[in-house]
């Protein structure tokens, strides 16, 4: 069983920045891939960025790629998700989730994770 706690969010200006943090108890992370996701009003929960545990490397989705950066603090036990030059379009509540079994092909699908943080709501004033 792991345990993920989001934090980090908040209001910020268009073209400003925010690191998110993924706080993971329970069990060693560093086994584990660990995805973000986002989920504004009325849409559905997408795809934002991976860190894969078998290769180590950081996938991104198209709209955050270039403004956004994943890694993983393997001593903190911790996953972070750093934005910048944010948009109000980016205004979501932030999800982390986890799983140790993911193959590459399915990191970006948000019902192939086992674990999930509450979330963390992050707005971006225009």
């Known amino acids: 069983q792991v345990h993920l706690v989001e934090s980090g969010g908040g209001l910020v200006q268009a073209g400003g920045s925010l690191r998110l943090s993924c706080a993971a108890s329970g069990r060693t992370f560093t086994s584990y891939t660990v995805g973000w996701f986002r989920q504004a009003p009325g849409k559905a929960r997408e795809f934002v960025a991976t860190?894969?545990?078998?290769?180590?490397?950081?996938y991104y989705a198209d709209s955050v790629k270039g403004r956004s950066t994943i890694t993983r603090d393997k001593a903190q036990n911790t996953v972070y998700l750093q934005m910048n030059s944010l948009k109000p379009e980016d205004t979501a509540v932030y999800y982390c989730?986890?799983?140790?079994?993911?193959?590459?092909?399915?990191?970006?699908?948000?019902?192939?994770?086992?674990?999930w943080g509450p979330g963390t709501q992050v707005t971006v004033s225009s």
């Open positions: 989730a986890a799983d140790s079994r993911l193959i590459l092909s399915s990191i970006r699908d948000p019902d192939q994770y086992d674990y």
């Open positions: 860190i894969s545990a078998s290769n180590g490397m950081a």
